[in-house]
């Protein structure tokens, strides 16, 4: 498998042998190699020191490389993938280009909120600071989620 992306990548997400699970944050090989084997890369759990040291991401890291791209802008990424047989599989992403379903973004965009935030501080908190994020354009003042946000 090759990873194509944006130069900047290789300088911060390009560390070859992670030992833990904050620095397979910073290995786009081994985010690679989990989101292949099915691991939700955008669960905060998922970054974990077990997943880190499994053999199943060592050796499926090995055979993934990263290519910059000096065309390529921080959001958009291109996948290679070369099959036993001799095929070849190809898909490129640009995630900054909006999801044409909405309601369906806006249910992925909740959810890695909340993957995030409840962790670190409380269901009930991260809620509400949603709840205000949504109501933004209502509202009259940012008071509430300031407050919220304390």
Known sequence: MTLFGNPGHATVCNIPNPKTGLEVKF???????MALDGADTSALE?????NANAA???EARSKI????????HSMEGRVA?????????EQSYDASI????????????TA????????????????MIHQQVMNLES????????????
């Open 56 to 58: 199943k991401y060592d």
């Open 112 to 127: 890695k909120f909340q993957s995030l935030c409840h962790p670190a501080i409380g269901a009930e908190r991260s809620n």
């Open 46 to 50: 998922t970054f974990n020191d077990a």
């Open 65 to 72: 490389t990263f290519e910059p791209v000096e065309s390529m």
């Open 27 to 33: 290995s786009i090989r081994h985010c690679a190699a």
């Open 139 to 150: 509202a009259d003042s940012i008071d509430a989620l300031m407050k919220a946000a304390q």
């Open 81 to 89: 993938i070369e099959l036993a047989d001799g095929r070849g599989l």
């Open 98 to 109: 909006p999801a044409q379903d909405l309601n369906e973004q806006a249910a992925k965009l």
